[in-house]
């Protein structure tokens, strides 16, 4: 087994052969974990959450659940899950952008930032940010379609594990969202905690 630590804020990417389980941890509960994975034998290929819905039927990811590429093949499956289906898939990744329309003046870490400099690591530049699946976020949707962001209240130690179904690049991003945005609570009382991964 071996085990990474992803600062609060920042992105790691870590090697998952066939076979092979990844599991990330929140150790002080409440830090949505942007999740995103890479065929490792073509980059091309990532894991997408909206051709996963399809296959699924479920808007959340659950344990059983096979996860796809944008080629439609299985590259993931979830195994265990002590989160209680607190994850969401609808989300995309902050950026510089994101920030901004929540009032922030200047630079500010993000997941899309940290997923390519995470893929830079790898030998590899990014250029679209696929949609991740966000673990330990709690975003409900209502009967009519709205989301909201209300408190994330996963517990410490809360992970998920998945098993790969293919050779994979597997990147974690602590999701550096900390602004005061009313009905937003992305982290739990807007503040960044760090991460692990563990691939066994």
Not at 104 to 126: F, T, W
Request: glycine share 8%.
């Amino acid at each position: 087994m071996t085990k990474t630590i992803v600062p609060a804020s920042e992105g790691r990417s870590v090697r998952v052969a066939k076979g092979q389980s990844i599991t990330v941890r929140t150790p002080e509960g409440g830090q949505a974990a942007d999740f995103f994975a890479y065929n490792a034998e073509n980059v091309g290929e990532w894991l997408s959450p909206p051709h996963t819905w399809v296959t699924t039927f479920s808007l959340k990811p659950r344990p059983g659940d096979v996860f796809i590429s944008r080629f439609r093949r299985p590259m993931l499956k979830m195994t265990h899950d002590t989160a209680d289906g607190v994850h969401d898939m609808l989300l995309a990744a902050c950026d510089h952008f994101r920030y901004e329309f929540f009032g922030h003046k200047g630079p500010h870490a993000s997941c899309s930032d940290n997923l390519q400099i995470a893929m830079r690591r790898e030998g590899y530049e990014v250029s679209v940010i696929p949609q991740p699946i966000n673990f330990f976020t709690n975003i409900p949707v209502d009967e009519r379609g709205g989301l909201s962001g209300p408190k994330n209240s996963v517990p410490p130690g809360a992970e998920v594990t998945m098993e790969a179904l293919i050779d994979l690049i597997c990147v974690v991003s602590s999701c550096p969202f900390d602004m005061k945005a009313q009905g937003w609570e992305i982290n739990a009382n807007d503040a960044v905690t760090e991460l692990e991964i563990e691939v066994h």
